[in-house]
């Protein structure tokens, strides 16, 4: 992995207790900050993982399970095997710069044999824009483009403001894959190429319009990026060059199951025009899916409409074959307003993708028209598809798998405008640990039982860190959600068990963000098992492990400055997908489940949810008043 410094920095002055993944940009305070600087990822005590496994099951697994599985952890932490794995795990972590990070892509992503959209990439839905015809929509993906060539000159001058978490400057490596990279099918396991890194960087990007793709250089022969007029006369140019709307949706087979389209890809880079035009969209700086408009619906169910087209695209007669699946970054303007963007998830986590469209889209706001000169510009390529039959019967099955996949995803995306932030804020509570926690008073109020619920912990305090998880169903928060629909308890005692389990959940996250949380741990105790070519340690094939593993709330809280909607998939076939966006006075939140299962529902999973909420607000504000 590639080693990149990032020179400047802009430093928090004043001390916050909390502050998360943005650049406290009001103290312009510049200083040398680099990558080198950065402490490596530990390896937490083998001891403490144990304890906090066990702690972590309680919940989750009947008396019985939990009485088994810490007989098979006793034996695995003083039997011999433990030890030798962490110390295994320890060499491995003195010899590499991260002793996850490489392992944690590998068995997350790209050893992930399932298909990319829905189930690994996420998704973004921008606020709705007032266009409604071809000309608003090529004008907001003019500015769109020239913004995020102007975010691409910080990473080329590698000037990105370093973000800061809790005082600690984060690792900044992600921003430097997203741009010019692509996911590659492999047979067995997939890689991801940037080509950000080489002697003659791309310049082009890829739009594609009507499933046919183009070629678009963005820079003047002397450097400088098209301007907002010229970007928009390319565009028109590609419209009209695309009109015909018959034409094979080659891009809707980067969405099939991973084994499936590895073959399909074998077979399409056969020929070398084929091979020529993959390669193109490959080392494109991003995508830009110009879509046509989807079937209109009521305002009410508008963005959980737009958040599932930012998943797949509708479908294969809409927008899912408008789309190459394996590019890191697409960005989506629809005909009808809609607009958002699609991304791999290998190469990064969501934060740096949330920075660089609160960039863009200030960028949008602030953008004068530039009168261009009118220097004619050469036409985009049309990037040509030879298809064979056999190309046109793996278009023909990606097809209808992605259509199956489109009537499987169950989004509900609910706009919860009755408070944000401020309200727990106010009550000394933190805002993410009260969402997580209505979030399981939600769950046990539908299904009467806690599950394993994940929640996504940002790990970039280390370098070239990703992410580990915080458990969120806790034994206090069990406690908590049970007091809840209990009427004979006292609102006092129900908030001092809330406080407590939000208490909890805050100390849990602590230790995740710095390395101590036992999911990640628990992995590469497993994985150095594999590599050492021992028997599985029993402890990795018991019921419980099973279990906890079975994340049926996959949760992650991606904040943004813009008022956007993220969402992604759920994790298992009978679980929720949940990502909010918790804003001072409102949250987005998006949910998704499957519809093949028959337990879950995401309108349901929603209304739970917000009931949750207001009743947790409800007990804040009753026991203040009794309080006075
Ligand atoms: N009283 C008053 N205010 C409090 C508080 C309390 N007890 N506890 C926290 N706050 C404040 C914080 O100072 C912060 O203030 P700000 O809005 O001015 O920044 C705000 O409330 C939010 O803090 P909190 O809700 O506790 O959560 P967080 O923002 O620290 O986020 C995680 C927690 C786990 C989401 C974060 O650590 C993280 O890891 N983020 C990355 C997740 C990620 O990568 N997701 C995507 C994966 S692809
Ligand atoms: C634009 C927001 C994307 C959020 C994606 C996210 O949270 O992904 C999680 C990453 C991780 O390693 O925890 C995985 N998850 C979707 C399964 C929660």
């Not at 080198?36 to 993982?49: D, I, R």
């Not at 390319?234 to 991973?258: A, D, V």
């Not at 599932?308 to 394996?326: E, K, P, V």
């Amino acid at each position: 992995m590639l080693c990149l410094c990032v020179r400047a920095a802009l430093r928090p002055g004043i001390a916050q207790p909390c502050r998360i993944l943005r650049p406290v940009t009001q103290i312009p305070e510049r200083s040398l900050v680099h990558q080198g600087g950065l402490p490596k990822l530990p390896v937490p005590p083998l001891k403490q993982t144990c304890e906090r496994y066990l702690a972590a099951l309680e919940p989750i697994v009947s008396k019985e399970e939990l009485e088994h599985t810490e007989r098979l952890v006793q034996e695995f932490l003083h039997g011999g095997v433990g030890q030798r794995l962490q110390k295994g795990l320890e060499r491995r972590a003195r010899k590499t710069e991260n002793w996850l990070t490489e392992w944690w892509t590998q068995s997350a992503y790209l050893d992930c044999r399932m298909p990319v959209a829905v189930y690994t990439s996420p998704g973004v839905v921008l606020p709705r824009m007032n266009f409604q015809d071809q000309h608003g929509q090529m004008r907001f993906a003019a500015k769109l483009i020239a913004g995020v060539l102007d975010f691409k000159k910080m990473i080329d001058t590698e000037t990105l403001p370093v973000e800061y978490l809790s005082e600690k400057p984060l690792c900044m490596d992600q921003y430097y894959q997203i741009l010019s990279s692509c996911r590659i099918p492999g047979p067995k396991r997939d890689t991801v190429v940037n080509y950000n890194t080489g002697q003659t960087p791309p310049t082009h990007i890829t739009v594609v319009h009507n499933f046919q793709f183009f070629f678009l250089d963005v820079y003047n022969s002397d450097g400088s990026p098209l301007t907002v007029d010229q970007l928009y006369m390319q565009l028109e140019k590609i419209w009209n060059s695309s009109l015909q709307t018959n034409k094979e949706p080659i891009g809707i087979l980067t969405s099939q199951h991973r084994n499936t389209w590895g073959k399909a890809y074998n077979n399409l880079i056969k020929d070398k025009t084929n091979k020529e035009s993959v390669r193109a969209i490959h080392k494109s700086i991003f995508t830009v899916c110009l879509d046509a408009p989807m079937p209109r619906v009521s305002d009410e169910m508008y963005p959980s409409r737009v958040a599932a087209q930012m998943l797949h695209g509708g479908g294969a007669r809409w927008n899912s074959g408008n789309r190459w699946f394996d590019k890191t970054l697409q960005f989506i303007v629809g005909e009808d307003g809609t607009c958002g963007l699609v991304y791999e998830h290998a190469p990064a986590e969501g934060p740096p993708i949330v920075f660089l469209i609160d960039y863009v889209v200030k960028y949008m706001q602030q953008t004068q028209v530039i009168r261009s000169p009118m220097v004619p510009l050469p036409m985009p390529q049309k990037l040509r598809f030879n298809i064979t039959p056999e190309i046109k019967r793996d278009i023909e099955k990606a097809k209808q798998n992605m259509n199956i996949m489109v009537h499987d995803l169950d989004v509900h995306v609910l706009m919860f405008s009755h408070f944000g932030k401020k309200v727990p804020k106010k009550q000394k509570l933190s805002p993410d640990a009260f969402v997580q926690m209505a979030l399981q008073l939600a769950y046990f109020r539908m299904y009467n039982l806690c599950c394993s619920s994940y929640e996504s912990a940002s790990l970039r305090m280390f370098k070239y860190g990703r992410t580990d998880a915080i458990r969120s169903s806790t034994v206090d928060a069990l406690e908590f959600v049970q007091a809840m629909q209990d009427p004979a308890r006292e609102n006092s005692e129900k908030l001092a068990l809330l406080q407590k389990a939000v208490q909890t959940h805050k100390e849990n996250t602590y230790n995740a963000i710095h390395g101590q949380a036992i999911d990640r741990h628990l992995l590469g105790l497993k994985l150095q098992g594999i590599e050492d070519l021992t028997s599985m340690p029993e402890i990795f094939m018991d019921t419980s492990y099973a279990v906890a593993q079975h994340f049926n709330l996959s949760t992650s809280q991606v904040g943004s400055k813009t008022d956007c909607v993220m969402c992604f998939g759920p994790m298992v076939p009978d679980g929720y997908g949940v990502c909010y966006n918790p804003m001072d006075e409102h949250i987005n939140i998006a949910i998704t489940a499957f519809n093949s299962c028959e337990e879950t529902n995401a309108a349901n999973f929603a209304r739970a949810v917000e009931e949750a909420l207001l009743d947790m607000r409800a007990l804040l504000e009753d026991t203040a008043t009794a309080r006075q």
